[in-house]
């Protein structure tokens, strides 16, 4: 079964195909509709062979389908049928949720992706379990305030790097992951990676698309009450966690 992956960013749409060997991509936006993003696939990946479909979606999905709007893209993405318009059958996850699992090795692993905002997710024993934290409160925003390609361009690289190392020591604090993976376009522009932290590679965006198709119902779990609890409770823990400002952040403040 050939697999069309579709990584779809603030700055840019991605994508591969099985058996392809380089990535086409093009821009996207705040101006990108899904109706558009469709057309640009459609001719980019013309000359491809492809019998199903993987979409990675910046923001919440559930049972296939996005639950909000983008916040770096055009409105229309909630309600929109992406099987109609491909003509294929369409997995849609949160796109940190595929690169994370491009990226899974075991055990429990937390996600970061630090790109046009911040992408969260964790993998427990094989299970996805996508996350929005980087909307939760942070100093005077929210985490994806700080860490995020605007921030970057605000602050500068000093003070950027300064608030992900805060971020990472925050988050891990709180979900105590066997492992954490940095990912994201800005994951490059750090002098070094935090503690306990190793780099991730935005290739496996493809590879987590192709992997949705091989053993589906293993790797995802529908948002049950026990589900929607442990949520609950991670953010509140969260919440207190970032209440209390780390000492290396004491000290750049």
Request: net charge positive.
């Amino acid at each position: 079964m050939n697999v069309l992956a579709i990584d779809i960013g603030g700055t840019h749409v991605k994508i591969l195909a099985t058996g392809q060997k380089e990535r086409r991509e093009f821009e996207s936006g705040f101006k990108l509709t899904p109706q558009l993003m469709v057309a640009g696939v459609k001719k980019l990946a013309k000359d491809w062979k492809y019998d199903v479909v993987s979409i990675g979606y910046p923001g919440p999905v559930l049972r296939n389908r996005p639950l909000a709007e983008p916040h770096n893209l055009a409105k229309g993405w909630v309600g929109f049928k992406f099987e109609t318009a491909f003509k294929h059958p369409v997995k849609v996850v949160n796109d940190a949720a595929m690169q994370a699992l491009g990226s899974y090795k075991g055990g429990k692993m937390l996600f970061l992706g630090l790109g046009t905002g911040l992408g969260t997710t964790m993998i427990v024993d094989g299970t996805i379990e996508p996350m929005e934290l980087g909307h939760l409160p942070y100093k005077k925003g929210t985490y994806e305030d700080y860490v995020g390609e605007r921030s970057l361009e605000k602050r500068g690289k000093k003070k950027w790097r300064r608030h992900v190392a805060d971020v990472v020591e925050l988050l891990t604090a709180a979900l105590e992951p066997d492992d954490v993976v940095l990912g994201g376009g800005n994951v490059k522009k750090l002098k070094e990676l935090p503690k306990g932290c190793h780099e991730g590679d935005n290739a496996n965006a493809f590879l987590g698309g192709f992997r949705l198709w091989q053993k589906a119902g293993n790797q995802s779990r529908a948002t049950g009450t026990k589900t929607r609890k442990a949520k609950k409770r991670r953010n509140r823990r969260l919440k207190v966690v970032a209440a209390r400002k780390s000492p290396a952040m004491a000290k750049a403040s």
